[in-house]
């Protein structure tokens, strides 16, 4: 049998999902300074590009073709696959400011809307995508 594309990208996202999760973890029991904010970061930008591209497999699975994340974006929330997509697009627009800029206070910025809000959509997706299975 063979995979389903956006099924192996989703394991994908999950293991990085996993990774973000420890870091949150990690920061959550030690407290946050530099070094957990790059760490952060780091992680967010992983887990975000899988997610953006699980999300666009899965539509195109489902016949929706779509070409950018804001695209995929746009068309998983019209289609109830997300349910907060100005949200969606804040995170993208962050992960695209941090490919190509770094500030510290940006950084320190983009770690608390990680921790209070990003994460928990990220998770919100892969609990999705879970019953969709």
């Keep these: 049998m063979q995979e389903i594309r956006w099924i192996q990208r989703f394991e994908n996202y999950k293991k990085a999902l996993s990774n973000l999760d420890e870091t949150v973890q990690c920061i959550k029991t030690n407290g946050i300074n530099k070094i957990y ?5 780091q992680a967010f930008e992983i887990a975000f590009e899988l997610a953006w591209k699980t999300l666009k497999d899965y539509l195109e699975y489902n016949g929706t073709a779509t070409d950018t994340p804001r695209e995929a974006i746009k068309t998983a929330f019209s289609q109830n696959v997300i349910e907060n997509g100005n949200l969606w697009i804040e995170m993208m627009e962050a992960r695209n400011k941090t490919s190509h800029t770094y500030r510290e206070e940006f950084a320190k910025q983009l770690a608390d809307s990680i921790l209070n809000d990003y994460f ?3 998770q919100n997706l892969s609990n999705t995508l879970q019953e969709k299975i």
């Design 37 to 41: 904010i790059m760490a952060l970061v």
């Design 120 to 122: 928990i959509e990220l």
